[in-house]
């Protein structure tokens, strides 16, 4: 099914909306500097004059995430060789847990409605807004819960696409990847070398 991307996902920087500078400010891509190549520059550092600098370069950036991904690919495996069950998340912690409750009382909804239309002799127009709103909110619900569980699975689904395929994708099928697994990627700017930090989802 054809896919619509928002602006951010049309940009042809690879990690486009995913660099932070450790000032708190966003990183956006650009041809910079007198090669014009391809880079991020801190949006604060050079609009206000937060800080000097404020740049790295998207090579440095892409040799940072790919051995991320290695080395978060070679954890996965070693856990799955030794028969190592993934850290259960903390009580009140699992992302699933309030909407399955919310589909249960959605259902349970459904059916008092059903109930107080036999009974009750509810007017066919009220009930049938009340049937259609629940049946929307159902649905909705049922996708955020298929799209966090897919989340929650990313690394064994993902990591060998992205390692394997990563200059067959497209730019935007790389960064949708990347974001089911990475939550941010930080850049300390300084010479000769920025420092790249990848900051994975909570598990």
């Known amino acids: 099914r054809r ?112 109930e107080q239309r036999l009974t009750m002799g509810m007017p066919q127009a009220a009930y049938e807004t009340l049937r259609d709103r629940y049946a929307a909110q159902a649905v909705a619900l049922e996708q955020e819960l298929r799209t966090t569980e897919v989340q929650q699975s990313a690394p064994l689904r993902v990591l060998p696409v992205l390692l394997e395929r990563w200059n067959d994708l497209t730019v935007e099928e790389r960064r949708e990847y990347l974001r089911s697994l990475i939550a941010r990627i930080e850049v300390t700017p300084g010479r000769p070398r920025a420092r790249v930090e990848i900051v994975p989802h909570e598990s």
């Not at 014009?36 to 050079?46: E, L, P, T």
């Not at 060789?81 to 589909?103: F, M």
């Open 3 to 114: 896919r619509v991307y928002r602006r951010s996902e049309r940009s042809t920087y690879a990690f486009s909306g995913m660099v932070w500078c450790t000032c708190g400010s966003k990183m956006h891509g650009g041809t910079h500097g007198q090669d014009r190549a391809q880079s991020y520059r801190c949006k604060d550092g050079k609009e206000k004059g937060t800080h000097d600098g404020g740049y790295v370069a998207e090579s440095l950036i892409d040799d940072a995430v790919r051995g991320w991904l290695r080395e978060h690919e070679a954890r996965v495996r070693a856990e799955i060789r030794a028969g190592i069950e993934r850290r259960p998340r903390r009580v009140g912690t699992d992302p699933t847990a309030d909407l399955k409750r919310q589909l249960a009382d959605i259902a349970n909804r459904q059916v008092i409605l059903a």
